[in-house]
């Protein structure tokens, strides 16, 4: 199966901060990425489709990159309605396979 | 487009689990749903799939306990899994291949 190491678990920024969260993979995954948003009681929102391609409604604030292996998802400049845990979720190769996730809270 | 799960809430332990995802706004002939659980506090595992052809994968964690399938007259895909322990205790999403969610519906295995 392929893992998906997610990092940090969790971490507290200042409004307006920029924050990155890392997702590497353990096998080439190409560009077979999604990124998405959970808050507290709710579904998983999809942000970032096919690593670098924003979802339909989701600020220009977030962005998604790509480095080899590593699979990033930048907030721009955070604001107080990006609280949440973010997951990656490669889609390349069954198992589908998630990460962690990464609790984002306000310092 | 809306997708919703229904079942039982609650599942004694070695029962089979059966959960409905009644889903509007689209053709499950068009669409792949997925299935994906999450566990009170942990992270999200996708359990399976079933394509728009009518074919299925799932994931292998779960060996042969889990089956998927639909009745596209009623718009509504079905997932069976049997054997359930307490580990098996989450909330079960279904999914339009990652768009569009459904609420979710809480599964609580326990005598």
């Known amino acids: 199966d392929i893992q998906m190491t997610q990092s940090p678990s969790s971490m507290s920024a200042s409004l307006g901060d920029r924050v990155t969260i890392t997702c590497q993979s353990s096998q080439d995954i190409g560009n077979n990425l999604i990124w998405f948003q959970q808050k507290p009681g709710k579904s998983p929102r999809p942000m970032i489709y096919y690593a670098p391609n924003l979802a339909s409604g989701v600020p220009s604030r977030f962005s998604g990159s790509r480095s080899g292996s590593d699979y990033s998802l930048t907030i721009g400049s955070l604001e107080s309605e990006d609280m949440a845990v973010y997951h990656c979720?490669?889609?390349?190769?069954?198992?589908?396979?998630f990460g962690a996730g990464t609790k984002l809270e306000l310092k | 487009v809306q997708l919703k799960e229904s079942g039982p809430g609650l599942v004694q332990p070695s029962q089979t689990l059966s959960l409905t995802c009644t889903v509007s706004?689209?053709?499950?002939?068009?669409?792949?749903v997925h299935w994906v659980r999450q566990p009170p506090g942990k992270g999200l595992e996708w359990m399976g799939v079933i394509w728009s052809v009518g074919s299925t994968e799932n994931n292998s964690a779960l060996r042969s306990r889990l089956s998927i399938s639909r009745d596209t007259s009623k718009s509504q895909v079905f997932l069976k899994m049997n054997s359930l322990q307490t580990e098996d205790t989450a909330i079960y999403y279904c999914t339009r291949y990652f768009d569009f969610w459904g609420p979710g519906t809480m599964v609580t295995v326990s005598s």
């Open positions: 706004g689209f053709s499950l002939t068009d669409y792949s």
């Open positions: 979720l490669q889609y390349k190769q069954y198992p589908y396979t």
